[in-house]
């Protein structure tokens, strides 16, 4: 995992939480609960942005609300549809709620709430869509504990209640729900019975046999998600009763290990991410999260009692590439060079790797050429063979410093400017491939000597 950027996204007088995130016809969208209190008031509503430059910037499209306090903001989409879900925390009795949902089929007009059928008062919590169908595992409590149920709808709306995936004084709640792309779904299921230990839940279509794995882990809040064949999961860590981070963990043979800490905290009043991968990379994601860790710019409002949205830029990639050949600098410009001869001695190549130890963002992947470059002006060539298996295409991301010039088995895909200093996957080239053995070569004019190298790694495209 490799985190490109943590922006806060609000900063002001309210009390900004429980969040939600989706992709939905090239923009981003965040949703989260807005109100004056972590609870107690009857006045929270949920107000959505929307990013059309990747979450850099956002702009308000919809504030709305139940009748009562709309909490836990949740946003997924069926493809044509983006839903908003969530529920009314209503005062007149203990747990009475009330679950409902908004939706657009253009992210900017929106319906008005409207409450679920066929829920009872059940808390559907983190609904998802796949394969023509809605699916959600809801929860309700109950005297003495509480009921997790697995819940099917083909509309989003009317909901069927079809069996009980836990109950009891352990207190089941919140699950949080993904699915892979042949199928199989993964739960991670919150419980607040001393210990708060979750349970992982992993069940196969017909999603009628579900086996449970207790995490060794005191987690709430939480949020599950595959990149690819591994789950993911994130929350509230209790590293003791009284400190918590916002943790992210791999699950690796059954356990949970920790792989990063996002800013939160110190006080309690975080977490409740928002996971939404990008459509265009199973491997890029934007995760939203809520958190105190940072006063408002109003000295004023309490900062403990006044969290904010968080926006997190994160990378599950297949490792750069690290192996290469690498040129002398050569007299010509770009426009004259032709796709390279790794065995032309008279390039004078030599061997150079990625860095796999990394200090900071910018050394990870990094080819870093700039001491054989010596700040002198000309072209230096990157050539790598990768062996792929039966797949005949794939996405190049590419960042570099200098201007360059691509070729994929001698054929050129692609020739563009760089930035500097060179930053991972700015560029992605869609490219042609074969079964067995691939070769990438790389021209990048030295820019006058300020070049220092390149980013490269390959991802390889399933077609079903």
């Known amino acids: 995992m490799n985190i490109k950027s943590i922006r806060r996204i609000t900063n002001d007088a ?70 908003v879900t969530g529920f009314e925390d209503d005062p007149s009795g203990c747990h009475a709620y ?56 083909r509309d989003g709306l009317d909901w069927k209640n079809l069996r009980v995936l836990r109950e009891g004084s352990d207190t089941p709640n919140e699950c949080a729900l993904d699915f892979k792309p042949n199928g199989d779904a993964a739960i991670l299921m919150r419980r607040d019975y001393k210990s708060q230990k979750p349970l992982l839940l992993q069940a196969q279509p017909p999603y009628e046999r579900w086996t449970e ?7 709430v809040g939480p949020a599950l998600w595959f990149v690819k064949d591994d789950i ?13 981070h916002l943790g992210v963990f791999k699950i ?5 290990v920790l792989q990063l800490v996002l800013p939160s905290g110190p006080a309690f009043d975080f977490s409740y991410m928002g996971v939404a991968r990008d459509p265009d990379s199973p491997c890029h994601f934007a995760l939203s999260y809520y958190s105190n860790h940072v006063a408002p710019d109003d000295p004023a409002v ?67 050429a700039h001491e054989r ?19 005949d295409r794939g996405n190049l991301y590419l960042g570099n410093d200098g201007p360059i010039r691509v070729w994929v088995n001698g054929k050129q895909v692609f020739e563009g400017p760089g930035d500097n200093p060179a930053l991972p996957d700015t560029t992605r080239i869609s490219v042609d491939l074969k079964h067995g053995r691939n070769r990438l070569a790389v021209a990048l004019d030295t820019h006058d000597g300020r070049a220092w190298g390149i980013f490269a790694r390959l991802e390889l495209v399933q077609i079903e």
């Open 14 to 83: 309210n009390h900004n939480a429980f969040t939600g995130a989706s992709w939905f016809k090239g923009a981003l969208y965040v949703a989260f609960r807005q109100g004056d209190a972590h609870i107690g008031d009857d006045q929270g509503r949920t107000v959505i942005l929307r990013s059309r430059d990747r979450g850099v910037h956002f702009d308000t499209v919809a504030v709305l609300r139940g009748t009562y306090d709309t909490r836990d903001a949740r946003l997924y989409s069926n493809g044509d549809r983006l839903f």
């Open 98 to 153: 009330h679950h409902g949902a908004a939706w657009t089929d253009n992210g900017l007009n929106w319906s008005p709430w409207t409450r679920y059928t066929g829920t009872d008062t059940f808390i559907l919590w983190c609904p998802r869509f796949f394969r023509g169908r809605h699916y959600c595992a809801g929860y309700k409590i109950c005297p003495g504990g509480s009921i997790v149920c697995w819940f099917e709808s």
């Open 213 to 219: 794995t207790e995490l060794d882990i005191p987690l």
């Open 232 to 244: 993911w999961i994130a929350g509230r860590w209790f590293l003791r009763a009284d400190i918590a």
């Open 252 to 256: 690796k043979a059954g356990r949970a």
């Open 302 to 368: 309490s900062q403990w009692d006044h969290p904010d949205i968080y926006l997190v830029d994160a990378y599950f990639f297949p490792p750069f590439i690290e192996e290469w050949k690498v040129s002398e600098v050569q007299p010509f410009c770009l426009p004259e060079t032709a796709c390279p001869d790794p065995t032309d001695g008279r390039l004078q190549w030599c061997k150079m790797t990625s860095f796999r130890e990394q200090t900071s963002h910018g050394d990870l992947g990094f080819v870093d």
């Open 373 to 391: 470059i010596a700040k002198r002006t000309g072209v230096m060539y990157f050539v790598t063979d990768l062996e792929v298996g039966p797949c």
